[in-house]
């Protein structure tokens, strides 16, 4: 058995007739099986390139390039939860806010919780400066992100 269903096969090769090229298939390729698994293993690298007619190592490299996929060995958890350290959350606390998050959660940014309910990530800027210091739960912005108001949305994402 592979990494990707027959479903996810299917859904990538509805997006041949979309694209100019294979080539360019492969970042909805690699977002599709990244926000279905959560990861993108080498097993689902050769098995997009397979699909695609490419050799995996482009497909490998197109991921490694964008930082945004966990490869082989991680995971995602169920909920990407990313503190903005750009300049302007940065002059409003945003190290002492991943810290506080860090803490709250028990793991270092780019880890997933014990649990599996939450990948703490770190971006740096995430369009949101007015209401710095800022974070972005999967692509939803929460704005003016007090250690309490860090708290309150931690405990609603582990009970999602
Ligand atoms: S610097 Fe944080 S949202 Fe722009």
New binding site residues.
Partial sequence: MGALTEDMKNRIRAFLPKYPRKQAVTLPALHLVHDELRTVSNEAIVEIAEILELHPSEVQDTMTFYEFYKGEGQKNGKTRLWV???????LRG?YELIEHCESKLGVKCGHTTEDGTITLEF???????D????CMREDVHVMNVTPEKADALITELKLK
């Fill in positions: 903005c350290r750009g300049l302007a959350c940065m945003a971006a740096e800027c995430i369009g949101a400066c209401g710095a210091p800022a």
